[in-house]
């Protein structure tokens, strides 16, 4: 049984920082890329960033490119979402998936957690 749990998300005022953690578990993922995505009140899920397990590559949304860094620490089969320079737009559920590949994992991931909430404050 495959799990995906977040954490690490909560309340920060505009122009502060996060970091979001997912502890993958119940199978091996170093064939699969990770993902984070988000999903604000009213709007659809979008993509946020993806990583390959190995951590070698990484790609981003244009809206959060620059301010947030996706990383991963194989030891302990967790992804990490470190969010800087945050703004209200940011509010959202955010969501770690795993997928098949760097790019596929952007249409459909195999697996997805279920979410923590970020809240960014004017």
């Known amino acids: 049984q495959v799990q995906l749990v977040e954490s690490g998300g909560g309340l920060v005022q505009a122009g502060g920082s996060l970091r979001l953690s997912c502890a993958a578990s119940?199978?091996?993922?170093?064939?699969?890329?990770m993902a984070w995505f988000r999903q604000a009140p009213g709007k659809e899920r979008e993509f946020v960033g993806s990583i390959t397990w190995s951590g070698a590559s990484t790609t981003y949304a244009d809206s959060v490119k620059g301010r947030f860094t996706i990383s991963g620490d194989n030891a302990k089969n967790t992804v990490y979402l470190q969010m800087n320079s945050l703004k209200p737009e940011d509010t959202a559920i955010y969501y770690c998936a795993a997928g098949p590949s760097l790019y596929g994992i952007r249409r459909k991931p195999d697996y997805w957690g279920q979410g923590t909430q970020v809240t960014v404050s004017t």
């Open positions: 119940g199978r091996t993922f170093s064939s699969f890329a």
